[in-house]
């Protein structure tokens, strides 16, 4: 198959067609058997109806009646405005497909709040309540059913949702983004029913604000370019083409694993019907993003479509409305949609790549996508696998200092989460590669950072520390982890004046990053040391909603629950602590706090003994 740029029409894989061909559409026994797809990747959603049988039993006709009602406005209006379609319907279910995440998401909550809006005026006992499990995976589907065992799990996890809850995978939480697609909080793991592992899973809150999103420089290595889109007849579309071009690569220019060719550079190849390849060949990317615009009653119509140009294959295919004044707007809601979007389908195929492909056949700026992904996801397994990544493109570059400042990252990141089997082997390891990466690049801010961060927190050494910081913000002041790290290291010496501002640059500067769960644990400690308790409560919470097994955030909320005066929230909160870190003592912690030398490590140890921590 030959994809050329211009031309949108999809054929499908030819294995994929092959089984679909192999399909009788009658079988000898006489069966009717219907056509079945080849495999999709797709999002399904399940809803059921909690306590449908006693929900019936007080009012079966009305009932029926507002079950009817709600899966036909699902069906005739929820689902097609969010791209979606409604699979099939049970008498007290419903099972939707999509293309994304964010669509599933955004119909599940219009669903929510739809099922809410009808129980007004009904007395609790005849209230209809929802839940809600979504999932994506390769399915296969017929006119009538979707099928294959990411379904089943779909259905499974819908069990793990309460009333009116929405809950997802990794898979789908990884094509989300905290902040503009809801608030995101971390069930941790589950048994399911006839699955042999346990399954991680989040909970889904609508959030009122999107984040802000601001500039920052980083070193990319994965290669992408976007073609503008030409209209040589309408010259209002050509200059929309232009300007979502520039929008989509400012954004994706702020992805720490991207290198985004200039629109002038892309803008060559717009008008020639080459095949991906050679478009991906003479600019040297490893994806291309195509885009069509159309004008319809005042509104631009815009479709992308993402291709792999390694497999040559489409990856990802959206079309968006928006006004033509928006795009003058900097902060364009719509076109960060689209680049998060876009980056989520991209990180879910070097994912998918680096997990089902043998690693010498991968390429090395493929890999590091996928590892620096899998890195920043809270399941165990997938943080060894981002180890073994990058294990093995070390090995294969020995001499690329950002690999070893990702090592560096992944060690510190190992201690942080409690997964660490010896932590000052860990702290040796981290400094190690930091140093390594350091020898090979000097002006590495991410390497100083890191560096600073493992002889701040595990060694103590405070003024080289510092040194890094400062030296990391030279080299680039919009590093976010230098800003964090740097104030974590004034609230360990009570230099509330420099710890809270610094804090607020790095928050500033990270507002969608993908490790976020790890600002906010350290955004507690910092307002922790300053008396802010209610804040430090706020973002501790805030960080376990995201990741509900990071251990140092359990300490700085039973800390300041404490302090605040919450006794009995901390000693539960002390309880959670225990059971992820059993071995801590109040000992234990003197040891290892770099601020007990500042006196203040001695404060929180005495708040951590009142909330049960045994010395």
């Known amino acids: 198959m030959t994809r050329r740029v211009a031309i949108r029409n999809m054929t499908h894989n030819k294995s994929d067609t092959a089984i679909s061909d192999s399909i009788p559409a009658e079988s000898n026994s006489g069966w009717d058997i219907e056509a079945l797809s080849p495999r999709q990747l797709r999002v399904v959603l399940v809803c059921d109806v909690v306590e449908s049988v006693r929900w019936m039993e007080h009012d079966e006709d009305n009932a029926i009646t507002r079950w009817s009602q709600f899966a036909a406005a699902v069906r005739s209006s929820i689902a097609p405005e969010h791209a979606g379609s409604v699979v099939k319907s049970t008498g007290d279910g419903l099972m939707l497909e999509f293309e994304s995440a964010p669509q599933a998401v955004a119909a599940a909550n219009a669903m929510q709040k739809l099922a809410s809006e009808g129980n007004a005026g009904y007395e609790s006992e005849r209230q209809m309540h929802l839940r809600v499990g979504i999932h994506q995976a390769q399915v296969r589907r017929d006119a009538h059913d979707l099928y294959g065992h990411g379904v089943n799990l779909a259905a499974r996890i819908v069990g793990l949702a309460n009333p009116g809850e929405i809950v997802v995978t990794p898979e789908v939480r990884d094509g989300l ?57 309408d010259i209002e579309l050509s200059v929309s083409g232009d300007a979502l ?32 390849s050679k478009v991906a060949k003479t600019l040297g990317v490893a994806y291309i993003i195509t885009t069509q615009c159309w004008a319809l009653s005042g509104r631009l119509i815009v479709s992308h479509e993402l291709i792999d140009a390694t497999e ?60 620096v992904t899998l890195m920043h996801r809270t399941s165990r397994n997938d943080f060894q696998r ?7 493109l070390q ?19 190992e201690s942080e989460q409690g997964w660490s089997v010896d932590r000052n082997q860990s702290a040796m390891r ?29 060694f103590k050494d405070f003024d080289t520390a510092l040194v890094q910081y400062e030296r990391a913000l030279l080299a680039n002041p919009s590093d976010c982890l230098a800003w964090l790290f740097k104030s974590m290291l004034h609230a360990f010496r009570g230099e509330n004046k420099l710890s809270v501002p610094a804090l607020t640059e790095a928050l500033a500067l990270s507002p969608l990053d993908p490790n976020r769960y790890f600002f906010d644990s350290l955004a507690a400690s910092v307002h922790l040391s300053a008396a802010n308790y209610g804040l430090a409560i706020e973002y ?24 605040a005066g919450y006794t009995n929230e901390a000693r539960q909160t002390a309880a959670k602590l225990l059971q992820l870190d059993p071995n801590l003592t109040v000992s234990r912690y003197l040891e290892r706090s770099p601020g007990v030398q500042f006196g203040i490590g001695r404060d929180f140890a005495y708040a951590l003994r009142e909330a049960g921590i045994p010395n």
């Open 430 to 458: 981290a400094i190690e590669c930091s140093r390594r990466a350091l020898d090979l690049d000097q002006e590495s801010s991410m390497a100083l950072s890191i560096d600073g961060f493992v002889r701040c927190n595990l």
């Open 540 to 563: 501790a919470k805030q960080s376990i909603r995201a990741n509900s097994t990071h251990v140092s955030t359990y300490r700085a909320l039973t800390i300041a629950q404490i302090m």
């Open 177 to 233: 983004t905290d902040g503009l697609d809801g608030s995101i909080e971390d069930m941790g793991d589950s048994y399911l029913k006839h699955f042999e592992q346990m399954q991680r899973t989040y909970r889904i809150h609508q959030t009122a604000h999107a984040p802000e999103i601001h500039p920052l420089k980083s070193q990319p290595l994965l290669s992408v370019a976007v073609i503008p889109f030409n209209a040589v007849t």
């Open 395 to 413: 090995d294969r570059h020995p001499r690329h200092a950002l690999l070893r400042a990702w090592m560096a990252k992944w060690f510190v990141l």
């Open 245 to 276: 071009a520039d929008g989509l690569i400012s954004h994706l220019s702020k992805a720490p694993e991207l290198r985004v060719t200039s629109r002038l550079t892309a803008n060559a190849v717009s008008h020639r019907r080459w095949p991906a």
């Open 386 to 392: 981002a180890f073994s990544v990058l294990d093995y």
């Open 312 to 371: 040559d294959t489409v990856v990802f295919n959206r079309r968006y409305s928006l006004t033509f004044e928006s795009l003058l707007n900097s902060d364009c809601t719509e076109i960060l949609d689209m680049a998060n979007d876009i980056l989520s389908a991209m990180r879910e195929t070097e994912v998918k790549r680096a997990k089902t492909q043998p690693l010498p056949s991968i390429d090395s700026a493929h890999a590091l996508m996928a590892a």
